[in-house]
């Protein structure tokens, strides 16, 4: 049974700082992994679709990796601004039916 | 990407009342889900809406207490039945977008809050 699990739960940091969102998956049968963001009570917007043969996406301050072999993801936010504040899911596409496995999320919280 | 509207955005109900949740697309679409948010929960799929024949449920979730419905390509609802405040949650529309191959990146929808009393 796939599990995707994201640490840390929830991070503060001030302005300015680089940080790095992990997540990590127990079987490397997927067919993509996709990061999310979620403000609260909102819906989900998607930040970037890495497929399961690539090693890394890019958007603007975002950059996430892929490593398949090890269950890997991370989701790297260069310059964060306090508009970065919000929940971060990561999810795995895996079946025939293509469900999402979603982790639990990192919240983040950058201060002014 | 695609534009998708859900109605009602949010709704008080009460135990053992029924409500559908609206889901339009401003394209066509080949895949549909919908998915659940628990308070302060990540997402659980409750199902794949198909075109023309039966959704396709996960474990746990049976056609009787979410019947879904897709009669084309741009539109589906999920109905939440017998309302418990168990089922009080999030719920959420999702879409798969254009692909040249393989699985797309999926969208979603704002997503109905359903506070049952």
């Known amino acids: 049974k796939q599990e995707v699990t994201q640490i840390p739960a929830a991070l503060s940091v001030p302005e300015g700082e680089n940080l790095v969102l992990n997540c990590s998956f127990t079987?490397?049968?997927?067919?993509?992994l996709q990061w999310f963001r979620q403000d609260p009570g909102k819906g989900l917007t998607s930040l970037l679709l890495i497929q399961s043969s690539q090693r890394e996406q890019t958007s603007g301050r975002l950059n996430a990796s892929l490593d398949k072999s090890s269950g890997r993801s991370t989701l790297y936010i260069a310059a964060s601004q306090p508009g970065d504040s919000a929940t971060y899911l990561c999810a795995v596409r895996i079946g025939n039916t293509g469900k999402l496995i979603f982790g639990q999320g990192t919240t983040l919280q950058v201060k002014p | 990407s695609a534009v998708i509207s859900q109605k009602p955005s949010r709704d008080i109900c009460q135990r053992g009342t029924s409500l559908t949740i609206q889901c339009q697309v401003d394209s066509q679409v080949t895949m549909m889900f919908w998915y659940r948010q628990q308070p302060g929960q990540s997402l659980t799929l409750i199902a794949t809406a198909n075109q023309g024949s039966e959704a396709t449920y996960e474990s746990g979730f049976v056609i009787d207490k979410f019947p879904i419905s897709r009669p084309n390509l741009t539109f589906s609802t999920l109905t939440v039945s017998n309302m418990s405040p168990e089922d009080s949650s999030i719920y959420l529309c999702?879409?798969?977008?254009?692909?040249?191959?393989?699985?797309?990146?999926?969208?979603f929808g704002e997503g109905s809050r359903l506070t049952v009393l």
């Open positions: 999702s879409v798969e977008g254009l692909t040249s191959g393989g699985y797309g990146e999926l969208f």
């Open positions: 079987d490397s049968a997927i067919y993509n």
